[in-house]
T-cell receptor, first 112, second 116 residues
Framework: QKEVEQNSGPLSVPEGAIASLNCTYS??????FFWYRQYSGKSPELIMF????GDKEDGRFTAQLNKASQYVSLLIRDSQPSDSATYLC????????????FGAGTTVTVRA | DVKVTQSSRYLVKRTGEKVFLECVQD?????MFWYRQDPGLGLRLIYF???????EKGDIPEGYSVSREKKERFSLILESASTNQTSMYLC???????????????FGPGTRLTVT
């Protein structure tokens, strides 16, 4: 079982809709969770992190964490064509202060 | 702004060559990382360093070595390049923010290495 799993997509949504991305992780002791966005040919950039159960909102992005169910999700509201990218979920496993475990990423396409 | 730079964006090498990939960060971060990224496999950690001259193996260290002689610079070395090392190589750095429990890694632009 992979440490971090994501649906690879592609996830296609119309402009203005909500894009919902899911990520599950295997290490129940994982503490910190991150969402990175990666445009084609570019390097990943951090868009959100979350480490407490519940929702965290930042502009059009909302991260949701449910440690009991071991999943973290990202909602993109009012999706724009500029949101078209691959979104990487990353987790710090228990007892590991330095290393991130990444999912393979979900590709999102926003249709104008 | 954090800036992480890598020595080359594109590199073509022959099988058996020794290859050096350089990474420099300008934010006084303690931690530095080397990843490779392949389609369908995501980002995989090769090596990381949490201090000068300190290094630890990541998930796929075979065929690679690293060097960190100065805090701002972290080098990845392919001792004898092979075709299965053709990949995108990404360097990252971070400062562990213990008070928030969060941990942000900042990535360089990447080096696309082709081994023929």
């Amino acid at each position: 079982q992979k440490e971090v799993e994501q649906n690879s997509g592609p996830l296609s949504v119309p402009e203005g809709a909500i894009a919902s991305l899911n990520c599950t992780y295997s290490d129940r002791g994982s503490q910190s969770f991150f969402w990175y966005r990666q445009y084609s040919g570019k390097s990943p950039e951090l868009i959100m992190f979350i480490y407490s159960n519940g929702d965290k909102e930042d502009g059009r992005f909302t991260a949701q964490l449910n440690k009991a169910s071991q999943y973290v999700s990202l909602l993109i509201r009012d999706s724009q064509p500029s949101d078209s990218a691959t979104y990487l979920c990353a987790v710090i496993p228990w007892g590991n202060d330095y290393k991130l475990s990444f999912g393979a990423g979900t590709t999102v396409t926003v249709r104008a | 702004d954090v800036k992480v730079t890598q020595s080359s964006r594109y590199l073509v090498k022959r099988t058996g060559e020794k290859v050096f990939l350089e990474c420099v960060q300008d934010m006084d971060h303690e931690n530095m990382f080397w990843y490779r990224q392949d389609p369908g496999l995501g980002l995989r950690l090769i090596y990381f360093s949490y201090d000068v001259k300190m290094k630890e193996k990541g998930d796929i260290p075979e065929g690679y070595s690293v060097s960190r002689e100065k805090k701002e610079r972290f080098s990845l070395i392919l001792e004898s390049a092979s075709t299965n090392q053709t990949s995108m190589y990404l360097c990252a750095s971070s400062l562990l923010q213990r008070d928030r429990g969060a941990y942000e890694q900042y990535f360089g632009p990447g080096t696309r290495l082709t081994v023929t």
